[in-house]
C-alpha cells in the first residue's frame, strides 16, 4: 500500500518507526527509481551528509549500494559508479547523492527526487523544503520520512490540514495528531499540485506566528 501511495503522489510525509523499516523502504524505492529511469538526480537529503559512510546521508547512499550488491543473481546486470556520497547509474544516466540539510545544498542540484530521513528533526527543514519547491513544481517528488517530534514538519502537516478552511484541497489520509507536538500517525498527502501548495511565504508566517490561525 505504502509503495503504491508513493508511486501515486509527488509530496509524502510519513511518520516513522524502527520496526517498521520505512527508511529503508523508501531507500529501496528510490534505487528503483535510480536503476530503471533515465536522467534522475536523487538527494538522500539527512541532517548532516557525515564524515564517514556510516553517519548522515551518506550512510543511507550506502544502504542503496547494499541493496545493488544483494540483488537476485539473475536481475540484469547495471553499470554503476560509486563512492562517498554518491552512487551513479552509468546506463541510466541517474545518480544517488548524499546531502546535508540546507538551502544551498538542496539548491546545489536540480533534484527530480527528494528523500528527507527523520526530517521533523532537522534544524533548517523550513528553508530546505522552500528552496525545493521550484523544483518540485517543474514535475519532482518529495519524500519525508520521520519519527514524530515537534518543529516545521508538524506545522508543514497543520499547514496542509487546514487548507479546505481556505477552500483548497486536503490531501490526506485519516490525518491524526498522538499529542499536543506529535506529527501525524498516519501518512500525509502533501499537494498534488502548484495550486494545492502552502507556498514559502505561508509556511515563513506560520512559523512566525503559529497560533494565528487566520493567516493560514
Known amino acids: 500500500c505504502i509503495t503504491q501511495v508513493w508511486q501515486a503522489e509527488s509530496r509524502l510525509l510519513i511518520p516513522k518507526s524502527r520496526r517498521l523499516m520505512i527508511s529503508w523502504t523508501m531507500v529501496a524505492l528510490h534505487y528503483w527509481r535510480a536503476r530503471y529511469h ?16 556510516e553517519e548522515g ?13 544483494h540483488l537476485p543473481a539473475d536481475a540484469a546486470p547495471r553499470r554503476t559508479k560509486y563512492g562517498f556520497a554518491r552512487f551513479s547509474f552509468l546506463d541510466t544516466d541517474s545518480t544517488i547523492v548524499g546531502v ?20 521533523a528533526f532537522w534544524e533548517r527543514a523550513a528553508e530546505t ?6 523544483t518540485l513544481e517543474g514535475g519532482g517528488t518529495f519524500t519525508g520520512v520521520s519519527s514524530a517530534a515537534p518543529g516545521f514538519a508538524e506545522q508543514l502537516v497543520y499547514i496542509i490540514n487546514h ?5 483548497r484541497v486536503s490531501h490526506t489520509l ?4 498522538g499529542g499536543k507536538h506529535s506529527l501525524s500517525t498516519q501518512i500525509l498527502r502533501l499537494a ?6 502552502a507556498t514559502d ?4 508566517a506560520h512559523l512566525q506566528h503559529p497560533h494565528d490561525h487566520k493567516r493560514i
Open 163 to 167: 487548507a479546505d478552511d481556505r477552500g
Open 100 to 119: 546535508a540539510q540546507g538551502a544551498d545544498q538542496a539548491r546545489q542540484y536540480t533534484f527530480s527526487d527528494y528523500l528527507a530521513d527523520e526530517f
Open 129 to 134: 523544503y522552500a528552496s525545493l519547491i521550484p
Open 57 to 69: 546521508s551518506a550512510e543511507l547512499v550506502k544502504r542503496a549500494k547494499f541493496i545493488h550488491d
Open 201 to 204: 511565504v505561508e509556511i515563513d
Open 174 to 177: 485519516g490525518l491524526m495528531r
Open 38 to 53: 533515465p536522467a534522475r538526480m536523487i538527494a538522500f537529503g539527512s541532517r548532516k551528509q557525515g564524515q564517514t559512510e
Open 192 to 197: 498534488l499540485d502548484p495550486a494545492t501548495v
